[in-house]
C-alpha cells in the first residue's frame, strides 16, 4: 500500500505510513470482502433465525383458529342458558298467573254462590221470618163472636175457620188448598194471582197473611165467600161473590164498613 502523502510503500495492513506517519487510506476491494462478509453472516444468522420465526408463526397460526373455534359455542351455550331460564321463568309466571287466576275465581265463584245463597235466604226468609204476632187463638174466638152478631143483622148464615170448620166452594176448599199452595189457579185478588200464606198467628212478612175464611153458600146475593187477611201488616176483608161452578175466585177488599171495622178492632187490639 502507497502512502498518499509521501508516496512510500506500506504493509497492506498498516494503518499508517511508516515514512510520514500519515494515516493510510484502506483499498475499497479491501473494505468489500469485510462487507461481503458482514453481509453473510447477517444471511446465515436470518436464516437461522427463520425457522424459529416461521415456527412461531406457525403456532400461532394453529392457535388462533383454535380460540376462533370456540367463540360460537360460547355464543351458542350462552343463548341456551338465556332461552331455558327464559322459558323456565315463563313457566313459573304462568303457572303462579293460573293459580291466581284460579284462587280469583274461586273466590269469585264462592261469593257468587254466597251471595246467590244469602239472596235466596233473603227471599225464603221474607215469607217466613218471624214478625211481632198480629193473630191468636184468642183473636180467632173473638172474630167467631163477631160473626154470630154481624150475620144475624145481615140476615146470613156462616160457616167459618174460626168455628173449627172447613170452607168448601165448589173446588175451592180452604185452608187446605192455601196451606198446600194449590190455590194458584184458583184465587186471585184485582184479578191478579197473588202469593197467599194460611197463618194462625200473622208473624211472617209475607204480603198476603190468612187467618181465616168464612163463606154463605145460600145467600140471597148468592155465594159469599170472606178471606181475612193481613194485607202488609193491615187487617182487610177480602170477599168473592162467585159461584161454587166458578173454577178461579175473584176477590176485592169488601166495602162493608161495619164488617172491616169489626175485624180490625179486633186484628188491632193488644
Known amino acids: 500500500m502507497y502512502c498518499p502523502n509521501c508516496g512510500k510503500k506500506n504493509d497492506i495492513d498498516a494503518l499508517f505510513c511508516e515514512n510520514c506517519g ?3 487510506i484502506i483499498p475499497t ?3 468489500q470482502p469485510a462487507s461481503a462478509s458482514a453481509v453473510s453472516t447477517a444471511a446465515r444468522e436470518a436464516t437461522a433465525a427463520e425457522p424459529t420465526t416461521r415456527s412461531a408463526q406457525h403456532a400461532r397460526q394453529n392457535d388462533q383458529p383454535s380460540s376462533q373455534s370456540k367463540t360460537p359455542w360460547l355464543i351458542l351455550i350462552v343463548i341456551l342458558v338465556v332461552i331455558l331460564g327464559g322459558g323456565y321463568y315463563w313457566l313459573g309466571h304462568q303457572r303462579q298467573s293460573n293459580s291466581i287466576t284460579t284462587t280469583a275465581e274461586s273466590s269469585s265463584s264462592a261469593a257468587v254462590s254466597t251471595k246467590t245463597e244469602s239472596s235466596s235466604s233473603s227471599k225464603a226468609s221474607a215469607s217466613t221470618t218471624t214478625q211481632p204476632a198480629l193473630w ?4 180467632s174466638s173473638e172474630l167467631a163472636s163477631f160473626m154470630s152478631s154481624w150475620q144475624d143483622t145481615m140476615n146470613q148464615s156462616y160457616e167459618g175457620t174460626y168455628d173449627g170448620q172447613s170452607v168448601t166452594v ?8 192455601i196451606k198446600h199452595n194449590q190455590y194458584q189457579d184458583k184465587i186471585t185478588v184485582n184479578g191478579d194471582k197473588v202469593k197467599l200464606k194460611w197463618t194462625a198467628s200473622a208473624d211472617t212478612a209475607a204480603k198476603y197473611q190468612v187467618v181465616a175464611a168464612a163463606t154463605d153458600l145460600n145467600a140471597s146475593s148468592g155465594v159469599i165467600t170472606y178471606l181475612y ?12 161473590q162467585d159461584g ?10 169488601s166495602q162493608n164498613t161495619d164488617l172491616q171495622d169489626g175485624f180490625a178492632k179486633i186484628a188491632n187490639a193488644d
Not at 165448589?170 to 188448598?177: F, R, W
Not at 161454587?244 to 177488599?253: H, L, Q, R
Open 22 to 24: 500519515a494515516r493510510l
Open 29 to 31: 476491494s479491501s473494505a
Open 136 to 139: 191468636s187463638a184468642t183473636k
Open 170 to 177: 165448589g173446588t175451592l176448599s180452604l185452608p187446605a188448598d
Open 229 to 240: 187477611v193481613f194485607h202488609n201488616g193491615s187487617p182487610d176483608v177480602l170477599v168473592s
Open 244 to 253: 161454587a161452578d166458578t173454577t178461579t175466585f175473584n176477590f176485592t177488599s
